[in-house]
């Protein structure tokens, strides 16, 4: 058996829609540990496994129909062409960046939280910084210790930015505190927890559909998920995040729990907390939580 044609049979139970040159180098280096290669056996196979003998197989692949570009992305990203899943945009843009993951509107959309169906495309991805040292990590991990003494294929930060992928518009959103996100059943997609979705409705409610349509979601749905936004407001950094969500839950939604009600202790009198933090301070406010109910 050849090379390309053990990658085929590899990459069709796998069953991923796409590959970086990344992933393609990973899953024969994983052949190659799993002692793959000696039982088929594999030939002509090199000694040595490293980048250029995986751009080889990755031109193998395209002239044999294995793989083709994905023109959604620029460069390095290719379609399998005998996946029986075709990748949706959510899919597409997680497989890529392994550190990126579905927020905002997009994230309430598919939670079921909202009707509105977002044109663009909403996704958090870590800073640069953030971003290397995560790739640093994930690298050690698939390849091991020895990654410094091999000319891997590395894993490379593919440009999302004002793309289009699968005719919807990507709006990217950066971090330089990502969350560890939740995996979808069926698919590649990873998402904000959904406790952490309820939490930046009030933190970013522009990027939510504003702040009357977040309060809307909230009243509606946040009592079923009462425990996981309380998880996910107390882990915020700001003081902030606890008195607006602690206005919606209690005030405005007559909720009670200790857990709530320990966050009064983060109110602020004389000083200028607003509910919608995009929206200009106005002298009405909540005296329990003393923030500006500017809405």
């Known amino acids: ?13 796998a069953d991923v829609p796409i590959v970086t040159e990344y992933d393609l180098y990973v899953l024969v280096h994983r052949m190659i540990e799993e002692g793959l290669v000696e039982r088929l056996p594999i030939k002509p196979f090199p000694r040595v496994w490293d980048r250029s003998k995986c751009r080889k197989l990755l031109s193998n692949l395209e002239r044999k129909d294995v793989l083709v570009p994905d023109e959604d992305f620029k460069a390095g990203v290719w379609r399998l062409v005998q996946s029986t899943r075709s990748a949706s945009a959510e899919d597409a843009c997680c ?31 870590p800073s640069t910084s953030v971003w290397s040292r995560m790739r640093k990590e994930r690298m ?42 939740v995996p979808l059943a069926d698919g590649f997609t990873r998402a904000t927890p959904i406790g952490h979705v309820f939490a930046a409705m009030l933190a970013e409610p522009e990027a939510h559909g504003g702040i009357r ?5 909230w009243e509606a749905s946040a009592e079923a998920w009462l425990d996981e936004i309380i998880v996910a407001v107390d882990s915020q950094p700001t003081k902030l995040a606890k008195v607006r969500a602690g206005y919606v839950l209690s005030e405005l939604m007559g909720v009670e729990d200790d857990r709530i009600k320990a966050w009064r202790a983060f ?4 000083g200028s907390q607003k509910l919608d933090p995009e929206a200009p301070y106005v002298p009405r406010w909540s005296d329990e939580w003393m923030i500006s109910l500017n809405i």
């Open 213 to 217: 349509h977040a309060i809307e979601v």
């Open 1 to 13: 058996m050849y090379l390309w044609e053990a990658t085929k049979e590899a990459l069709l139970k």
């Open 267 to 270: 109110a602020q009198r004389g």
């Open 95 to 125: 497989i890529v960046d392994p550190f990126a993951y579905v927020s905002h509107l997009s994230a309430m959309h598919l939670y079921g939280l909202t009707d509105r169906a977002p044109l663009a495309l909403h996704l958090t991805t």
């Open 140 to 181: 050690a991990h698939d390849l091991g210790s020895n990654i410094a003494l091999i000319n891997a294929s590395p894993l490379n930060r593919v440009t999302m930015a004002a793309s289009a992928v699968r005719r919807r518009t990507i709006h990217l959103h950066t971090t330089s505190n990502p969350i560890v996100p």
